[in-house]
């Protein structure tokens, strides 16, 4: 049958909602679409000829395999054709024992275990989905399907024994495997490189129903409808996800990823609470940081000449010009900041121990628990499967696509590559490190020089802010370049490694795509936290970088307040970017289709035209979404001592986040194919390996980032005799205890400081201690 001569002349029915072939009985499944080559304004013959010889030979297999296709030119573009694909009940039948697909065997009679928050029904009901508008789903026993046992089944009705993410499961897992071309005893199969080549422009199921309003069709379920009114429509936001619901029409790999996403936000309420009361306690105190206020006081601070923290340019300064800096310092290095420290140790691990706990829960109810016994192998690895090998254990002979040595081999690549990017990323941090050595000197040379601190701009705008700031914004940038490289790069890397389960293939991408994102994300504030300003030598005698740069130090008080600059801003662009990709650019993508057939707006479309239109999801489905918020994870969780406020804003962003996906799934993509998912794969490792090393970091943090250990060091021993003049427990005098003496005429000769500068000779300069005891 060639069915591009077949193409279906009769006018569309006006049931923009059908989801029926022309004679209203079987189901569509699936939809490709092509462009006729014959209605090409340029018609190159040859390549032409090759595309369709490819794709006739592909659907006649696909006929031999027993789907039945029915092609449709478009309404509104007549170069395009609709081929629609319907699996009858045997196909079905027979790839569902093939790919292991449980089904209902009986209704489940077992009374489900009342909860300890029955008794509070009354007041969460606000919250609860309306169980009359999506009714709760029937609860089956279930078993992997047999033909041989069909009658153990629950079979009520053959049309809807398979749903229909089933059953467009099952159509894709044979398009995914049919071929279209043999050259050389090499098999090409595939609808995914029939559609990455062009020969397809589109393969995808149907949505159900339009998501503003309810199909005409009486027995259309009306999913997406529901799903958008209850799940993705803003006046929701405060509800409950309807996540069987959402497991149902999507698949378990989505549900799933809302089940994480749902659950971590519940949880980062708590954390946000703790994190804005810590807050608010240094906000409150801010008047009786006592360490402040000698910064700030011209009788103190005023007097205080500091060295030069540059050759050359840098002028002696006074310690008051850092008023502003040190006053909000107050807001983030308090007690609060320690004590919310500590919590959020134990936040991160509690959040992941009952995570596994509602994991397992939903493993349960889904019946996911025996899913990695039923995985297939992904049809790229089984074309590559030619070494034959005999098993240790069966002692049968199986097919492999490489030998020992060539996995190997394979394996050393892939690490080499990922290896040589990651050294990558850190020669861009070497590279900002440099442009802040550089930098800081320029702005030392041209901010004013108001020694008393009392001029405008040099109130905010200090020369340390100032490097802070811009090489913030410039590392984001390389951030976000590196990042979009590298998401190509990795693909590659994981395609060539060849896993062998779809399971197997994004647990590798995983594990590859974080610890680039990784090194990408976190190396500055790493930099900034734990290595700028720790090996900076002392007046006279400066450590220099490569030789040439003199390594830059932190404020009086520390660097923990450019760490807080850098989060913000790599936290907030990061956001600010992600929302644009993710809800801008399908829209205006959307806008602009809309823009190009509105010739024929005055035409009633069918279903799989208005899908068509929409925006494809991508072959790696909800990665980058996870990838996304394993990122804020770590933001929230490695440097949260410096930001206490960090979890309000991750809060905020996920309450957004879990809507706007909706929305975005709903009504600016086409259906993603249904997939099955136990778990959350490698995210749950990487989240807790997140954890171990937030402990560490946090703790580091205060121990010699922050000046609180000083801060209490003093308090306790050295602002009272033996060590010091005051008769009780006080913070005076602190900010001179924490400053050493340099004698001027110490400089060396060979420094390249110049000591003399416009405000006269001073014959000592202050300068910070490493260890303020």
């Known amino acids: 049958m060639k069915i591009d001569e077949k193409v279906a002349k009769e006018e569309f029915n006006g049931k923009s909602d059908s989801l029926f072939f022309n004679d209203g009985q079987r189901r569509i499944d699936f939809v490709l679409v092509y462009e006729d080559e014959s209605r090409k304004e340029t018609n190159k013959k040859g390549s032409n000829e090759k595309q369709r010889r490819k794709r006739r030979a592909y659907e006649s297999n696909l006929i031999c395999d027993g789907l039945q296709l029915e092609a449709t030119r478009s309404i ?4 395009l054709v609709f081929v629609k694909v319907h699996a009858p009940w045997e196909v079905l039948c027979t790839y569902a024992e093939i790919m292991h697909i449980k089904l209902p065997l009986k209704p489940n009679d077992l009374k489900t275990r ?22 709760p789903e029937q609860e089956f026993f279930t078993a992997p399907f047999e033909k041989n046992r069909m009658n153990d089944f629950y079979i009520q009705d053959r049309d809807t024994f398979f749903n229909p993410a089933t059953r467009s499961r099952i159509v894709y897992f044979i398009l995914s495997r049919i071929k279209y071309q043999v050259r050389d005893n090499v098999k090409k199969f595939g609808i995914n490189k029939l559609v990455s080549s062009g020969i397809y422009k589109a393969a995808f199921p149907l949505h159900d129903c339009n998501f503003s309003s309810p199909s005409e069709d009486l027995s259309c379920p009306n999913e997406r409808y529901l799903l958008y009114r209850e799940w993705a429509h803003p006046r929701s936001i405060y509800k409950k996800q ?55 006081d011209p009788d103190i601070g005023g007097k205080i000449i500091m060295c030069p923290q540059c050759d050359k340019l840098c002028p002696f300064w006074k310690l008051n010009i850092t008023c502003e800096s040190s006053k909000k310092l107050c807001l983030f290095d308090s007690f609060g900041t320690l004590v919310f420290a500590v919590f959020m140790g134990v936040w991160v691990t509690l959040f992941l121990e009952f995570w596994k706990r509602r994991q397992a829960e939903l493993e349960y109810e889904w019946d996911t628990v025996e899913l990695q016994q039923e995985e297939q192998p992904r049809p790229e690895y089984e074309a590559r499967c030619t070494h ?97 490289i590298y998401e190509k790069v990795a693909i590659m890397i994981t395609n060539f490694e060849l896993p062998r389960t779809q399971t197997d293939y994004e647990n590798s991408l995983t594990m590859k795509m974080f610890l680039f994102q990784f090194v990408n994300y976190y190396s500055s504030c790493f930099y900034i936290a734990f290595f700028k300003g720790k090996f900076v030598g002392y007046p006279g005698d400066p450590v220099y970088w490569l030789g040439k740069y003199r390594n830059e130090e932190c ?7 450019e760490l807080t600059t850098q989060l913000i801003i790599i936290m907030g662009g990061k956001a600010i970017w992600n929302n644009i990709q993710e809800v801008l650019l399908p829209w205006v993508m959307n806008l602009i289709g809309r823009c190009r057939t509105v010739s024929g707006a005055e035409k009633k479309t069918p279903r799989w035209e208005q899908d068509y239109h929409l925006q494809p999801m991508g072959k790696l489905g909800l990665f980058y979404e996870y990838l996304e918020m394993i990122i804020q994870f770590g933001f929230v969780t490695l440097f949260v001592a410096s930001f206490p406020l960090a979890p ?19 009504t600016q993509y086409r259906r993603m194919v249904p997939e099955k998912a136990q778990d959350i794969g490698a995210w749950q490792p990487i989240m807790q390996g997140i954890a171990i090393m937030a402990v560490v970091t946090n703790a580091m943090i205060i121990a010699f980032t922050s000046d609180m250990i000083p801060r209490l060091v003093y308090y306790w021993s050295f602002s009272v005799p033996p060590y010091g003049d005051h008769p009780h427990y006080t913070m005076e005098g602190y900010i001179n ?37």
């Open 648 to 666: 309000l804003l991750a809060l905020v962003n996920n309450i957004l986040e879990i809507r706007v996906d909706a929305w975005k799934l709903t």
């Open 737 to 773: 205890n924490t400053l050493s003496y340099f004698n001027v005429a110490d400089f060396k000769s060979k420094s390249k400081e110049n000591p003399y500068t416009e405000l006269g000779d001073y014959t000592t300069c202050r300068q910070v201690l490493l260890i303020s005891v």
């Open 555 to 561: 404020d009086p008080g520390g660097c923990l307040l």
């Open 388 to 484: 034959v090998v005999i098993n240790e254990i069966t002692q049968e002979e199986e097919r492999i696509p490489f030998t020992t040595w060539g996995k190997c081999i394979r394996i050393t690549l892939c690490a080499s590559a990922v290896f040589f990017w990651i050294l990558l990323i850190v020669a861009s941090v070497i590279g900002i490190i440099v442009y802040r050595l550089s930098v800081f000197i320029v702005f030392s040379a041209k901010l004013p020089k108001n020694l008393n601190g009392t001029d405008p701009i040099q109130k905010y705008l200090t020369p340390q802010m100032a490097t802070s700031i811009t090489a913030s914004l410039i590392s984001f940038i390389i951030i976000m370049i590196l990042n979009t």
């Open 76 to 79: 509104l573009d007549d170069k």
């Open 114 to 135: 009342s909860s300890a928050f029955d008794n509070f029904n009354w007041f969460t009901k606000v919250l609860q989905v309306d169980e009359s508008i999506i009714k």
């Open 242 to 296: 309807p996540l069987d619901l959402i497991r149902k029409y999507y698949g378990e790999k989505i549900g799933i990823y809302f089940a994480w996403l749902g659950y971590y936000t519940q949880m980062l309420l708590l954390a946000a609470v703790v994190g804005v009361a810590c807050f608010l306690y240094g906000y409150f105190n801010q008047n009786n940081c006592t360490w402040s206020k000698e910064v700030c």
